[in-house]
C-alpha cells in the first residue's frame, strides 16, 4: 500500500487577527509545519497550536522563514548567511520550547514562502537553513522542493531530505511553483486538487500549468490552511487518497 504524509501550515494567527483553522485541520493532516513568529504566529497562539496538535496526534514541525511579518514571509531578503543561519535557529529554539511545554518535540523542518522558494536555487541561503538545522539537530528532516538546492546539500551534510508536493498550487514545466503574484498561482476546485493528488501518489506525476506531466516524487503532500475552503479541500484529498489506497502517515 502507498504511504504518504499530509501537511499544512499552521499556527499563522496573530494577536487577534486570525488565519485558518488549525483544529480542524488537524482532522486530515499527520504533520503541522507551526509557524515560528518570523513571517506569522505570536507566542500564545504558537503554544495553542502545539496543544492541538498533541491532542490529534499530529507530528510538529517548525516552518522557519526570513524575518518578515509584514510580507508574511513572502518577500526575498537579501540577508547574510551568518544573519539567516542565526535567524533559522533562533527559530528552532523558540518552537522548540513551545512544543515540548505541550508534551512534544520539534521533529522536522520546513522553510516558509519566499525562503523556501529563495532556496531551491540560491547557494548561500540554502547553506545558511541547512547549517542551521544541522547545528541544532542533525536527525531532523528538512521538508523542500523536488529539485532545490537545499534538498542536495542537505543530503551532502547527513540531514535527511524530504520531497513534497503542494497539493493546492499549480506549477510551472520545470517543477517549481507559480509565483503567488500570478493570478492563478492557486486552484481553488477541490475535486481538481483531490484527482492530481492521487495521480502523484499512485502513478508519480503531476500536471503543470502548460499540461505538461512531470515526474515527481514526492513523501509528502502539504495542504495550506490559509486558502479559501481549506478545511473542505483537505478532507477531500485525504479521502480521495484513501479511497485510492494510499495511507496517510508522517513521514517522521
Known amino acids: 500500500m502507498p504511504v504518504i504524509d499530509l501537511n499544512s501550515d499552521v499556527g499563522e494567527s496573530f494577536g487577534n487577527w486570525t488565519m485558518g483553522d488549525d483544529a480542524a485541520i488537524f482532522e486530515s ?61 533562533y527559530q528552532l529554539g523558540a518552537l522548540q520550547g513551545l512544543a515540548r511545554a505541550a508534551g512534544s518535540e520539534v521533529r522536522y523542518v520546513k522553510p516558509h514562502g519566499a525562503l523556501y522558494n529563495t532556496i531551491v536555487r540560491h547557494e548561500v541561503h540554502a547553506r545558511a537553513v541547512v547549517d542551521a538545522v544541522r547545528t541544532f539537530n542533525k536527525d531532523l528532516p528538512v521538508l523542500l522542493l523536488p529539485g532545490a538546492v537545499a534538498l542536495e546539500m542537505a543530503a551532502d551534510s547527513g540531514l535527511r531530505g524530504v520531497a513534497e508536493a503542494f497539493a493546492d ?84
Open 29 to 89: 493532516v499527520s504533520s503541522a509545519n507551526v509557524a515560528c513568529g518570523f513571517h506569522a504566529g505570536d507566542p500564545s497562539t504558537i503554544a495553542q497550536t502545539c496543544r492541538d496538535a498533541v491532542a490529534a496526534g499530529v507530528t510538529i514541525g517548525a516552518h522557519v522563514a526570513y524575518r518578515d511579518l509584514a510580507g508574511f514571509g513572502r518577500r526575498f531578503l537579501d540577508c547574510s548567511y551568518t544573519e539567516l543561519f542565526n535567524d533559522v535557529l
Open 169 to 252: 498550487r499549480n506549477y510551472n514545466p520545470d517543477g517549481t511553483l507559480v509565483s503567488r503574484r500570478e493570478s492563478n498561482a492557486v486552484i481553488s476546485d477541490a475535486g481538481t486538487v483531490t484527482a492530481n493528488m492521487v495521480r502523484l501518489a499512485t502513478q508519480g506525476t503531476i500536471t503543470a500549468i502548460d499540461g505538461t506531466e512531470i515526474p515527481m516524487s514526492a513523501e509528502s503532500i502539504c495542504v495550506h490552511g490559509d486558502t479559501a475552503g481549506a478545511v473542505a479541500m483537505a478532507k477531500a484529498v485525504r479521502a480521495g487518497l484513501e479511497d485510492a489506497g494510499v495511507s496517510i502517515s508522517s513521514f517522521v
